[in-house]
């Protein structure tokens, strides 16, 4: 199975590169490296790199698809050294992700990630001890849209789940010219409306505020 895995890995972010959405050599490198089957559970293992969210433990939550995954983390243009705040842990796949690459080359990045669902962190931290990312990533049980001030400011914040607007907590908790990046959901009178929005701190008076289709 590990060929199998890793045939999988390599075909998907070769089909992002193809489509235009993975550009970034940090990213690419990272996602050749982050084994993503080890964060599904085992009986829908074997779609862990097909285009689509998955469920995650019957708890009602789901994994980020691949295209999802990388306009995120293209987004968040994340680097060594850096310290980042994801909230949402998920299975934890997406800090795995995020620490591969603030980690790279022995620097001192790391990864603080809120999951608000107390059984999702432990499964979480589990999934990242048996990855090998236990030492990058700390998971915190809580409201991930109020941050972690304790170790803020961050370089970097990203939001795997959806928000009405950006939460005040994070863009507060983000240092000078740093990046947050979230995903933002609405409802019209006809459809669902999802947005990726991107805010750079370039100051404490000048919030600069992006918007994307997802």
């Not at 961050?154 to 907590?169: C, G, L, Q």
């Amino acid at each position: 199975m590990k060929e199998y895995f890793e045939n999988e890995r390599k075909t998907m972010v070769n089909s992002l590169i193809n489509k235009g959405l993975l550009k970034n050599e940090r990213i690419i490198e990272a996602l050749l490296r982050v084994p993503r089957e080890k964060f599904i559970p085992s009986p829908i293992r074997t779609y862990a790199y097909a285009e689509t969210r998955l469920p995650i433990y019957g708890l009602g939550q789901a994994i980020s698809s691949p295209r999802t995954v990388v306009l995120v983390t293209e987004a968040l243009d994340p680097r060594p050294g850096e310290r980042v705040l994801e909230v949402g842990t998920g299975s934890g796949y997406h800090a795995a992700l995020i620490s591969e690459i603030v980690r790279s080359g022995g620097a001192p990045g790391h990864v603080y990630s809120i999951e608000i669902v107390p059984e999702l962190v432990e499964i979480a931290r589990q999934n990242l001890t048996d990855a090998g990312y236990s030492d990058g990533v700390t998971v915190i049980q809580g409201d991930g849209f109020e941050g972690h001030i304790e170790k803020s400011p961050y370089d970097r914040i990203f939001s795997t789940a959806f928000a009405p607007k950006v939460p005040k907590p994070l863009v507060d908790q983000l240092k000078i010219n740093g990046i947050l990046v979230i995903m933002l959901q609405g409802l019209t009178a006809l459809r669902k409306l999802e947005t990726l929005c991107v805010v750079k701190k370039v100051d404490v008076s000048n919030i600069q505020i992006e918007y994307r289709r997802l």
